[in-house]
Antibody, heavy 118, light 108 residues
Framework: QVQLVQSGSELKKPGASVKVSCKAS????????MNWVRQAPGQGLEWMGW????????TYAQGFTGRFVFSLDTSVSTAYLQISSLKAEDTAVYYC???????????WGQGTLVTVSS | EIVMTQSPATLSVSPGERATLSCRAS??????LAWYQQKPGQAPRLLIY???TRATGIPARFSGSGSGTEFTLTISSLQSEDFAVYYC??????????FGQGTKLEIK
């Protein structure tokens, strides 16, 4: 069965960087793109963008360019989200999510809470 | 960017009754519309894709309809486990998928 397992919660200071991982299993990793979704505390879902797991080419949504980087390690079927120059407003749960047969988000990781606080 | 607007923000319904949630797109998204359910502390769960196709394992009391700019999620007879937040998402433009702001379905 398809599983996306994300890394654990992170507590970071403003200005630091964080790297969240999403390990996939139960399917061929390079057959489906990986998306990232942000959810700030008490707020709705924000689509951050996706990465082509074949080519490594990322697509970033408006508002997620510059400090946000999607990457892959296909040898271990893992996608990564790196956020640099962290700000308090980056505090959120970050989800990875895989497409289904179309571009809807069929499978989700459990989420990783990133807290930015001095 | 396509803006998705959900209404109402909060819907209060009694168990056993029908709930109707709406989602409007600022421009046509054809049938490229999904609905997700999210409970506190959990990841979202896919309910409906292609505007009207239930995902695997989703009970038949959940149904989706609409195309273009107007969409509806109907839950025919609410069960206790259905009280949650529901989001619509358009995936018509691969450069920019967007979610609605969510509808909280609460027990009346």
């Amino acid at each position: 069965q398809v599983q996306l397992v994300q890394s654990g919660s992170e507590l970071k200071k403003p200005g630091a960087s964080v790297k969240v991982s999403c390990k996939a299993s139960g399917y061929t990793f390079t057959s489906y793109a990986m998306n990232w979704v942000r959810q700030a505390p008490g707020q709705g879902l924000e689509w951050m963008g996706w990465i082509n797991t074949n080519t490594g080419n990322p697509t970033y949504a408006q508002g997620f360019t510059g400090r946000f980087v999607f990457s892959l390690d296909t040898s271990v079927s893992t996608a990564y989200l790196q956020i640099s120059s962290l700000k308090a407003e980056d505090t959120a749960v970050y989800y990875c999510a895989r497409y289904g047969s179309g571009s809807y988000l069929h499978y989700w990781g459990q989420g990783t809470l990133v807290t930015v606080s001095s | 960017e396509i803006v998705m607007t959900q209404s109402p923000a909060t819907l209060s319904v009694s168990p056993g009754e029908r709930a109707t949630l709406s989602c409007r797109a600022s421009q046509s998204v054809s049938s490229n519309l999904a609905w997700y359910q999210q409970k506190p502390g959990q990841a979202p769960r896919l309910l409906i894709y292609g505007a009207s196709t239930r995902a695997t394992g989703i009970p038949a009391r959940f149904s989706g309809s609409g195309s273009g700019t107007e969409f509806t999620l109907t839950i025919s007879s609410l069960q206790s486990e259905d009280f949650a937040v529901y989001y619509c998402q358009q995936y018509n433009n691969w450069l920019s998928y967007t979610f609605g702001q969510g509808t909280k379905l609460e027990i009346k």
